[in-house]
Every structure is written in structure tokens, then in C-alpha cells.
Nanobody, 117 residues
Framework: QVQLVESGGGLVQPGGSLRLSCLASRSIFTEYNMAWYRQAPGQQRELVAIMTSSGSLSYVVDVKGRFTISRDNAKNTVFLQMNSLKPEDTAVYYC???????????WGQGTQVTVSS
């Protein structure tokens, strides 16, 4: 069973930057689409960014131009670079892998991002 481990969250001031990492326990990027979701207190979990197995990218409107999803195939790691952070970006951020063959999903444990002065 593949495991995902996120890191890189923390407290940052508005306008600041953070880079989240998601380490997969083995090489999966040819089998899975990778995504970042977030869940703010009292809110539903929402999709933030997707990178397909072929490398296509997609972002939710709220983060377009500020966030960038990328991956390092050799390190089995997906990143989410977050710039120009706003208080409304505060949430627990989750890494997600969805298998192409059967749409089976794997979630990481989440990492807290807090944007506050």
C-alpha cells in the first residue's frame, strides 16, 4: 500500500511563501494523478491543484498565479509552492493520489498552514 507523507506547513505572515512536500513511499507518478486539497475549519475539503500523470496542471481559481504544483520523479515527491499567501489560505493541506486504473485514492495525513500577522 502506497503511503503519502506531507511536510512543510507552518505559520507565515500574509504575503509570505511556503513550500509543501508530499513524499510517496514508492514511485507512483506514472500510475497516479497527484493533487493537493485543503480543508479550512468548518469547511468542506476542496481541491487546490492537480498534476496528472502526463504532467498536465490545473488550479482552482483562488490560487491561480500564486500556487504552483510540481514533482520530482527521482525523489517520489510532489510539491506545492505557495506565494503571496492570504489569511483565507489558512487550512490543513492534504496530498492526494488517485490511481488511473480504478480511481482508488490515497490521502496523506495533512499539514497545517496558517497565514496570520
Amino acid at each position: 500500500q502506497v503511503q503519502l507523507v506531507e511536510s512543510g506547513g507552518g505559520l507565515v505572515q500574509p504575503g509570505g511563501s511556503l513550500r509543501l512536500s508530499c513524499l510517496a513511499s514508492r514511485s507512483i507518478f506514472t500510475e497516479y494523478n497527484m493533487a493537493w486539497y485543503r480543508q479550512a475549519p468548518g469547511q468542506q475539503r476542496e481541491l487546490v491543484a492537480i498534476m496528472t500523470s502526463s504532467g498536465s496542471l490545473s488550479y482552482v481559481v483562488d490560487v491561480k498565479g500564486r500556487f504552483t504544483i510540481s514533482r520530482d520523479n527521482a525523489k517520489n515527491t510532489v510539491f506545492l509552492q505557495m506565494n503571496s499567501l492570504k489569511p483565507e489560505d489558512t487550512a490543513v493541506y492534504y496530498c492526494n493520489a488517485r490511481r488511473l486504473a480504478d480511481r482508488d485514492q490515497i490521502w496523506g495525513q495533512g499539514t497545517q498552514v496558517t497565514v496570520s500577522s
